[in-house]
């Protein structure tokens, strides 16, 4: 069965901290994608990888980096947390030149 | 640039009804769509897909939806809504970017159920 773990469900940090979000897949997939979604905004992609140490910005990427040392494993990190990147963070992986992409359960990230 | 529109944004239904989610695209090719399902605290399931084909699709969980090209949408379908399809479904189009694969999501409708 497909899957995609986040290594939290929910996070707390203070403005100006260093956060990492790590997402791991099981699947072997290419393709793998950081969004965040807040209310009435809809997903909104952050970042994605389509190969170990290749990545492309997404629509939001400010604020943010990503890190692609193995295939499995995809992290985003907050260089320097602010009030405004609270939200959920969603991580998704998909097979290369395929669309249908699988969501991880999510991290809710509260900046104080 | 693609873009998804779901223009409700709250729906309430009763138990056993049926049920119809509206979805518009803009983008300029045959497109890939897709409806997700997102239950309180979850991430994101896949309902179904349309890649090209039959344009009526059928999903899990008794779900449905039919691409009609000319009106540009993706609307999803079910003949007898259950209590625990109360969740927040989202629409989204996919762009092959020559690198991966991209989805642009619609903002979601939040359903909720009556009984």
């Known amino acids: 069965d497909v899957k995609v773990t986040q290594s939290s469900r929910y996070l707390v940090k203070r403005t100006g901290e260093k956060v990492f979000l790590e997402c791991v897949q099981d699947?072997?997939?290419?393709?793998m994608f950081w969004y965040r979604q807040d209310p009435g905004l809809g997903l909104r992609l952050i970042y994605f990888s389509y190969d170990v140490k290749m990545k492309e910005k997404g629509d939001i990427p400010e604020g943010y980096s990503v890190s692609r040392e193995k295939k499995e494993r995809f992290s985003l990190i907050l260089e320097s947390a602010s009030t405004n990147q609270t939200s959920m963070y969603l991580c998704?992986?998909?097979?290369?030149?395929?669309?249908?992409?699988?969501f991880g359960p999510g991290t809710r990230l509260t900046v104080l | 640039a693609q873009s998804v529109t779901q223009p409700d944004i709250h729906i309430t239904v009763s138990e056993g009804a049926s049920l119809e989610l509206r979805c518009n695209y803009s983008y300029g090719a045959t497109p890939y769509l897709f409806w997700y399902v997102q239950s309180p605290g979850q991430g994101l399931q896949l309902l179904l897909k349309?890649?090209?084909?039959?344009?009526l699709v059928q999903g899990i969980k008794g779900f449905e939806a039919e691409f009609k090209r000319s009106q540009s949408s993706f609307n999803l379908r079910k003949p007898s809504v259950h209590w625990s399809d109360a969740a927040e479904y989202f629409c989204?189009?996919?762009?092959?970017?020559?690198?991966?694969?991209?989805?642009?999501f619609g903002t979601g409708t939040r359903l909720q159920v009556t009984l």
């Open positions: 699947m072997d997939h290419e393709n």
């Open positions: 349309y890649f090209s084909g039959d344009t």
């Open positions: 998704a992986s998909s097979l290369r030149f395929y669309n249908e992409q699988f």
């Open positions: 989204a189009v996919g762009l092959n970017t020559g690198t991966a694969s991209k989805l642009t």
